[in-house]
């Protein structure tokens, strides 16, 4: 099975932009769809991006996300950072058996 | 709307059993897959058990195969997770997740399990 490697925290200033990333191990990251979760501290996730670049609902375009298959990666990229964007965030892919979590990116907004 | 209300969970000794039920509305519960991730106490979160939209096909992490079983009732709008042979390390909080195949679109606010003697 791949793994899928987040980095443990980032920070940035309120109104900034970041970016986290998304590692695929083995496997091309363009093979199946990425998506993103927040979770806020005590709250279930949420979807933010679904099939690696689709914003369910009620989610603000501030947030996008996009793969790059030189790196193998997806990222996940918040706009015009706000102090509620600070959260817990989780990619996750799949293959035709399994799901796999990356290890989520602590967001810090200061 | 889409709710998903997890319910089932509590205290259980190591080699115990127990059963988890999520409860479906607002949406067409047989036109769905469905899975069950898990979080452990300041952990991430961690895949456990998909199932198809008609119960065809099941798949489960290697952490818990042969231990779990996950089951759906299309009638009730119900899904299940029957987890056997419980070790602390199946302590977690347990979601409920409406999917578009595998991937995971809704989530339920979970439910608490805790392996301990």
């Known amino acids: 099975n791949f793994m899928l490697t987040q980095p443990h925290s980032v920070s940035e200033s309120p109104g900034k932009t970041v970016t986290i990333s998304c590692t695929r191990s083995s496997g091309s990251i363009a093979s199946k769809y990425v998506q993103w979760y927040q979770q806020r501290p005590g709250s279930a996730p949420t979807t933010v991006i679904f099939?690696?670049?689709?914003?369910p609902s009620g989610i603000p375009d501030r947030f996008s996300g996009s793969i790059d298959s030189s790196s193998n990666s997806a990222s996940l990229t918040i706009s015009g950072l706000k102090t509620e964007d600070e959260a817990d965030y989780y990619c996750?892919?799949?293959?035709?058996?399994?799901?796999?979590f990356g290890g989520g990116t602590k967001l810090t907004v200061l | 709307e889409v709710q998903l209300v997890e319910s089932g969970g509590g205290l259980v000794k190591p080699g115990g059993s127990l059963r988890l039920s999520c409860a479906a509305s607002g949406f067409t519960f047989s036109n769905y897959a469905m899975s069950w991730v898990r979080q452990a106490p300041g952990r991430g979160l961690e895949w456990v058990s998909f199932i198809t939209d008609s119960a065809g096909s099941t798949y489960y992490a290697d952490s818990v195969r042969g231990r779990f079983t996950i089951s759906r009732d299309n009638s009730k709008n119900t899904l299940y997770l029957q987890m056997h042979s419980l070790r602390a390390e199946d302590t977690a909080v347990y979601y409920c997740a409406k999917g578009k195949g595998m991937i995971v679109a809704s989530w339920g606010q979970g439910t608490l399990v805790t392996v301990s003697s």
């Open positions: 099939e690696t670049n689709q914003r």
């Open positions: 996750q892919s799949y293959d035709s058996t399994y799901q796999v």
